[in-house]
């Protein structure tokens, strides 16, 4: 079960087109992790680890110590090159935690713990990462099915030289509930199965202006879907044009749609129009912005520009990312000895511009008031900023004052 640190160096080769590649072709599965030189039925510590469901993903496990691990993703379908997403559970977990210095809601990450147990992600292809700027994995159990940040400040994402010097993402964990199953994950999984049934409920609701659309399968015949937003009034106008006046197809493409459309689920293709907006559903793991279906449904209901961009600025930036970042990246005049912070994401912040001006454009039609609103976003996340770091202050001063009187 036990690997060595010659063979390790040898079999995690991140950032290279060799390493590992025909060792890691599936999924663990149920994989008990034994100390090297034990027999004998598995003991509550010894942990299973298991990959084996829908957007799961862990290769390999090499244990090192009783209490840490090398873990090993597989690649990316087709692409060997890309191992990036991992996501996996763990079960039959020793309880380590020291029950009366449990307090708040980071129940799991308390640093007071007298067993740790660290995991390495060992075999990223990626040098760059945002686990460098603040984020970091996420987890849930059985017990708390909600996903939750594990603290930035138990994450390291470093050059390692027992693996050829490539970057290795490790983060140490306390178990607190030995039967409870943890997952973690790279970041919120989104799996197929969930973007389908979206889908279908928003097809369900015949509005004029979505057309969906099979634009072909995957290699692993997954249907994928082309999704067309668009006014209504010039697809009602196209529809009246004669038959005769549009140009028919080549045979060999109308033969492939015709056999791409086989079932009749899915609608004609919409003619398109003179000016359109192509966007990727997807283009890498963690680059876009994921926000809760549920909670976005509740953002738009929020009063107040104020709250609503504060609100939205959480939802994509989060507190960890937040109070660690400024809007501009310039030191605030009132302290001599401020350091600034690096600057919000340009692309992230037009992008809450852009939000708040579609709820602001549903209330007025005035382009001065429009303006003059749109020009306090950037205030409205100072004070976010200001009140996370007010907060974070708060809870160490209660932390320290708890520590003090055990």
Known sequence: MTTNMAERSRTAETGSDIGGDDIIAGNVSKYTVLPAGYCGQPKKGHLIFDACFESGNLGRVDTITEFEYDLFIRPDTCNPRFRVWFNFTVENVKE?????????TEYWYCKYCEKRVIFNVVNFSKTKSLYRDGMAPMV?????PKWQRIPSKNVYYYHCPDHRKNYVMSFAFCFDREDDTYQFAYCYPYTYTRLQHYLDNLQRRNMDYFCRELLGLSVQRRQLDLLTITSPGPAIELEK??????????????????????STYYPAPVPVMDKYILENGKVHLGSGIWV?????????VTQGDSKYTKNLAVMIWGTDVLKNRSVTGVATKKKKDAVPKPPLSPHKLSIVREC?????????????????????????ICE???????SCKNEERRESAKFNLQ
């Open 241 to 262: 044009v004669k038959p005769e006046t549009i140009e028919p197809e080549p045979e060999v493409q109308k033969t492939f749609s015709e056999e791409a459309n086989t």
């Open 140 to 144: 849930k159990s059985t017990s708390r």
């Open 384 to 390: 976010k900023i200001m009140d996370i770091n007010k």
């Open 356 to 380: 708040l001006y579609d709820r602001i454009a549903q209330e007025t039609v005035d382009e001065t008031e429009i303006a003059q609103r749109l020009s306090k976003v950037n205030k409205y």
């Open 292 to 300: 809760d279906e549920e909670k976005w449904h509740q953002l738009q």
């Open 96 to 104: 380590s935690q020291i029950p009366h210095m449990l307090y708040g």
